[in-house]
């Protein structure tokens, strides 16, 4: 089965603490901070970091955020400058034994709600978002940005930092646009949908160029979750794995706890299963249960905890049904 991980902090904390307890031993880390004179991408920030996690008992597998990356979406001066860095964060994580980056390619804004405070089972707070609310919203800085603009500085990038992913060993997993709607204020998102996932990392095919299968994105546009696993599973490109459910459609959603959504959570456990997955995968984006005062929307602790358990026990289920299952009998008449 999948190695299950959790994200956490750079240093230790109660999350550690309480992941451990629940047996999880694949940690998602963060960009190191700047300190001790060392830029977040250097390569003793990312040792050090490493170190860290594997002396608390958990191996860092992923970093699930890059340094500065918009004036390479946007195609603006300084886009080169930006892409230097990221080369050297690249070869630095291979260097330092951490395997996968998930990076996006939202422009201006990263994932984004209009809402993080709406109720749903028990009075818990989740996260959503209305596209009628943005139908009068301002344009940002950037002004109109096109899909065409997006594709071509995204195969320009793509060009620059897969050679050096092959030389460093760190696989390249490509989360789709959250929401997967265009445009927002006037910038475009060209990464809605398993289509638009595959025509990206064929730009520069590479055998450490892959996505993150995040499963809310595709649910919320309308993908069929097992068959999209099926699909990148066959090409061996899905790096990593956001678990995680909705409810609604592009146009207006909200998340939902892991078993509340629309998709058959434990038809897709049994589809990693069968196609083979053993890389890294978390829960993402969980209720704000009582108690919590909702500082973090989707990364507090209580529904981190309810969604391990839910994924450890699908796990589970689908292990105990394939050692299970009955041999088809034979008919000898």
């Given at each position: 089965?999948?190695?299950?991980?959790?994200?956490?902090?750079?240093?230790?904390?109660?999350?550690?603490?309480?992941?451990?307890?629940?047996?999880?031993?694949?940690?998602?880390?963060?960009?190191?901070?700047?300190?001790?004179?060392?830029?977040?991408?250097?390569?003793?920030?990312?040792?050090?970091?490493?170190?860290?996690?594997?002396?608390?008992?958990?191996?860092?597998?992923?970093?699930?955020?890059?340094?500065?990356?918009?004036?390479?979406?946007?195609?603006?001066?300084?886009?080169?400058?930006?892409?230097?860095?990221?080369?050297?964060?690249?070869?630095?994580?291979?260097?330092?034994?951490?395997?996968?980056?998930?990076?996006?390619?939202?422009?201006?804004?990263?994932?984004?709600r209009t809402s993080t405070t709406?109720?749903?089972?028990?009075?818990?707070?989740?996260?959503?978002?209305?596209?009628?609310?943005?139908?009068?919203?301002?344009?940002?800085?950037?002004?109109?940005?096109?899909?065409?603009?997006?594709?071509?500085?995204?195969?320009?990038?793509?060009?620059?930092?897969?050679?050096?992913?092959?030389?460093?060993?760190?696989?390249?997993?490509?989360?789709?646009?959250?929401?997967?709607?265009?445009?927002?204020?006037?910038?475009s998102r060209i990464l809605r949908?398993?289509?638009?996932?595959?025509?990206?990392?064929?730009?520069?095919?590479?055998?450490?160029?892959?996505?993150?299968?995040?499963?809310?994105?595709?649910?919320?546009?309308?993908?069929?979750?097992?068959?999209?696993?099926?699909?990148?599973?066959?090409?061996?490109?899905?790096?990593?794995?956001?678990?995680?459910?909705?409810?609604?459609?592009?146009?207006?959603?909200?998340?939902?706890?892991?078993?509340?959504?629309?998709?058959?959570?434990?038809?897709?456990?049994?589809?990693?299963?069968?196609?083979?997955?053993?890389?890294?995968?978390?829960?993402?984006?969980?209720?704000?249960?009582?108690?919590?005062?909702?500082?973090?929307?989707?990364?507090?602790?209580?529904?981190?905890?309810?969604?391990?358990?839910?994924?450890?026990?699908?796990?589970?289920?689908?292990?105990?049904?394939?050692?299970?299952?009955?041999?088809?009998?034979?008919?000898?008449?």
């Amino acid at each position: 089965m999948f190695q299950l991980a959790e994200f956490f902090p750079g240093y230790p904390s109660r999350l550690w603490h309480l992941a451990k307890q629940m047996g999880i031993a694949y940690a998602v880390g963060p960009l190191p901070k700047e300190e001790h004179g060392m830029k977040p991408w250097d390569y003793m920030n990312l040792v050090q970091m490493k170190q860290r996690f594997g002396d608390f008992g958990l191996d860092l597998q992923v970093i699930e955020s890059a340094p500065e990356t918009n004036r390479i979406k946007l195609g603006l001066p300084g886009r080169d400058e930006e892409i230097d860095i990221m080369c050297q964060f690249i070869t630095n994580m291979g260097a330092a034994g951490i395997s996968v980056l998930c990076y996006n390619f939202m422009a201006q804004f990263n994932w984004f709600r209009t809402s993080t405070t709406i109720r749903t089972r028990g009075g818990a707070l989740v996260s959503g978002y209305d596209h009628s609310l943005l139908a009068d919203a301002p344009l940002t800085e950037a002004g109109i940005v096109t899909e065409d603009q997006l594709w071509d500085n995204l195969h320009y990038y793509l060009e620059r930092i897969v050679p050096v992913a092959e030389k460093a060993k760190v696989k390249l997993a490509l989360h789709p646009d959250d929401p997967p709607i265009s445009p927002i204020r006037g910038v475009s998102r060209i990464l809605r949908n398993s289509e638009a996932l595959q025509r990206a990392i064929d730009l520069v095919p590479s055998p450490y160029s892959g996505i993150t299968l995040c499963q809310g994105t595709l649910a919320t546009a309308g993908e069929d979750i097992p068959s999209v696993i099926r699909k990148f599973a066959a090409q061996d490109k899905i790096f990593f794995v956001h678990f995680r459910d909705v409810r609604g459609t592009p146009e207006k959603f909200e998340e939902t706890f892991h078993d509340d959504g629309k998709t058959d959570m434990l038809e897709a456990m049994r589809t990693y299963y069968e196609v083979g997955f053993q890389g890294p995968a978390r829960p993402d984006h969980v209720p704000t249960m009582e108690g919590e005062d909702n500082t973090h929307p989707g990364y507090e602790l209580l529904g981190r905890l309810y969604g391990v358990g839910y994924i450890k026990g699908l796990m589970e289920a689908v292990s105990a049904d394939k050692r299970f299952s009955p041999e088809p009998v034979l008919n000898h008449n």
